[in-house]
């Protein structure tokens, strides 16, 4: 078990992602507003894959409150910026147009705020515009003193039962049927544009998300880095036959993608959680996990929780603290083949049919179990590490958070996804778009009722303006010729150590 030391010097931090929707309830399709300065170089607010999509950045804290009070700042200047407009507190989209017209993420004219671009375009050459509007939080998360193998034993720990998190915590059962126009879903309609599944928890990470078949056949495995690196870099260096027929640049010259390869950079692969490593000014990822190991993991599977103003609450973070450590301290026997495909297939069932009674998984160590019994086992021992992290900080928020989230075994109706459907029913005749938009004013109103001291509106309009300098500066540094630039980016020794 750690000590209190270690124990306080957990390092946490949020990627937060939200449309930008009008009142009405349909996406933004203004661009990026001027007065959030540079989504290429500012430090806490950019874009994802649209430019419809804002993405905001907290820092690096010791405490759970001092990270949600900085998200809490970072969200007041944002609001305070978009006009009429509105965040939009769902993971699954807003009314959605034509997939052509989402508009993709526009960082500037030098070679790396090109690239950013064009990497998005191949994405929506690839997977389709709409899929890439689905948003998420992204929870990273360190511990003093663990190694490489530590942090991976922790991955492979978090594949097995990180289906617990969407049980607990998904809250997207529903969406607007503007999302899935023209495709195959096997949703039940709920009202004239609503589509759902009855026990869903997270419609986001089931098949209808974040799914690729040409990603399925990226066979990763979580063994150690070398595996984990070389499994990934054969992707990356990989030509797909689907994308060699689109290729890099039409006819005409314009660019369809980075490259014709299963993944065009690191980024692109899909996986519920990431080993990471901050990077240096043009370095490859896996370079630098290559050569300075893992520095923290990036949890990559929390819908947004339209009840929570900020996305997520300091009981899901204390939550994720506790299962973290929990995966962290538990035996990691090596993935296998068959084990990997059976994590999928536990995903695919909680996100479709987590509150379906009796539901039953597919356990790594061979045969099924109940979900409630497994979740059970699961969080009896996150409930030893909550209690460490009380003595550690003091007081009881750990296991009060613990006990207050658990509850929801017992209680299905108090999951964030049941709470969804039953007030769409109750207030809003089982409307998605008509209760998220309703949820998205609320939340609007409420952060710009908070104080925002003018020491802090300055602050940010520094840091609009300076990152505003700073993409106007590496514009003006650029030296290379486009396509040079991008053959030297994707290279795969680059990749190397």
């Not at 989209?93 to 508009?103: A, F, H, K, V, Y």
């Amino acid at each position: 078990m750690n000590n209190k030391e270690t124990l306080l010097g957990i390092r946490r931090g949020i990627e937060k992602e939200s449309l930008r929707a009008l009142p009405g309830g349909g996406l933004a399709l203004t661009p990026h507003p001027v007065a959030l300065g540079s989504a290429l170089t500012h430090p806490h607010i950019t874009t994802d894959f649209s430019e419809s999509q804002v993405e905001l950045i907290t820092g690096v804290h010791a405490g759970v409150d001092d990270c949600l009070r900085e998200l809490t700042e970072i969200h007041q200047a944002t609001y305070r910026a978009l006009a009429d407009e509105r965040l939009w507190v769902s993971s699954m989209p807003c009314g959605l147009p034509t997939d052509e017209t989402i508009p993709l993420g526009r960082y500037g004219s030098s070679n790396v705020g090109r690239a950013k671009s064009i990497y998005r375009m191949g994405l929506g050459q690839r997977y389709g515009r709409r899929m890439q509007t689905i948003s998420d939080i992204h929870y990273n998360w360190s511990l003093p003193g663990v190694s490489t193998d530590g942090y991976f034993g922790a991955i492979r720990n978090f594949r097995r039962e990180g289906w617990l998190l969407l049980y607990l915590f998904g809250a997207s059962p529903a969406l607007c049927d503007s999302f899935v126009a023209g495709r195959e879903h096997g949703l039940q309609r709920l009202s004239d544009h609503s589509l759902y599944l009855p026990h869903a928890t997270s419609l986001r990470m089931g098949r209808l998300g974040y799914q690729s078949d040409a990603q399925s056949s990226i066979a990763v495995t979580y063994n150690c880095l070398e595996s984990y690196a070389a499994s990934l870099q054969a992707a990356l260096s990989q030509p797909y036959p689907a994308y060699e027929a689109i290729g890099v640049q039409t006819p005409g010259g314009d660019y369809n993608q980075l490259s014709t390869n299963l993944l065009q950079i690191e980024n692109e692969f899909y996986s519920t959680i990431r080993a990471k490593r901050v990077i240096r000014s043009g370095e490859r990822p896996l370079h630098a996990l290559r050569e300075r190991g893992v520095e923290y993991i990036e949890v990559r599977l929390m819908d947004l929780d339209p009840f929570e103003p900020l996305g997520i609450g300091a009981d899901a973070i204390r939550v994720l603290d506790a299962f973290l450590l929990h995966c962290l301290h538990s035996e990691s026997p090596s993935d296998t083949p068959d084990e990997i495909a059976a994590n999928a297939h536990n995903q695919h069932h909680v996100a479709a049919r987590g509150r379906e009674p009796g539901l039953k998984l597919a356990h790594w160590q061979g045969g099924e179990r109940s979900l409630q019994d497994w979740a059970g086992e699961i969080l009896a021992g996150c409930a030893t590490h909550a209690e460490a992290l009380d003595a550690a900080h003091g007081g009881n928020a750990y296991r009060s958070a613990l006990k207050r989230v658990a509850e929801r075994l017992q209680r299905p109706e108090l999951c964030p996804s049941a709470r969804v459907l039953a007030v769409m029913d109750q207030d809003f005749d089982d409307s998605h778009v008509g209760f998220i938009r309703r949820q998205s004013d609320a939340t609007r109103a409420a952060l710009l009722a908070l104080p925002f001291p003018e020491a802090l509106q300055q602050r940010f309009e520094k840091m609009a303006a300076d990152s505003l300098a700073e993409q106007a500066r590496i514009e003006k540094a650029d030296t290379l010729d486009f396509e040079e630039f991008r053959r030297f980016y994707v290279a795969p020794e680059r990749m190397a150590v």
